[in-house]
């Protein structure tokens, strides 16, 4: 048996099974009504509660947290990513500085446009 002809059989076994009197039939019907109103009227709990916590924090102006919220956190953590650039290259012009001053070479030789060009050949060599 394939499946189309094991839904049939289903479908056939279920419609029969469905057959009840007028007064159960309108008594299950007006139950349904009443659970579908019900269903309706009732707000999801979980969605009712987030939404009363977020309007009970309020906002700025209309603005809500959820608004707020994540654009305040970026701007925190943009600040936080310059203050961290910031101090590599502070770091990294530091250790500049120190290795030019503990060099053997003064200061001038670095500057020198020849020498810069004998460092390149010397590099490619």
């Known amino acids: 048996m ?14 029969q099974g ?4 007028a007064r159960v039939a ?3 019907r007006a139950a349904r009504e009443q659970a579908l109103a019900r269903h309706r009227s009732e707000p999801e709990a979980g969605l009712a509660l987030a939404s009363n916590a977020l309007g009970r924090l309020g906002g700025v102006r209309g603005l809500s ?4 919220l994540p654009l305040v956190i970026l701007g ?9 650039q910031q101090t590599q290259r502070v770091a990294e012009v530091e250790e500049l500085d120190a290795q030019l001053l503990s060099s053997d070479l003064p200061i001038d ?4 446009q020849g020498f810069a060009a004998w460092l390149k050949r010397r ?3």
């Open 26 to 28: 309108a008594q299950l």
């Open 18 to 21: 469905a057959r009840v009197d």
């Open 2 to 15: 394939n499946e189309p002809q094991f839904a049939l059989r289903i479908r056939q076994h279920l419609n």
């Open 123 to 125: 590099a490619s060599q």
């Open 76 to 84: 925190v953590a943009f600040a936080t990513a310059v203050a961290w």
């Open 65 to 68: 947290l959820r608004v707020l």
């Open 109 to 112: 030789a670095y500057l020198d």
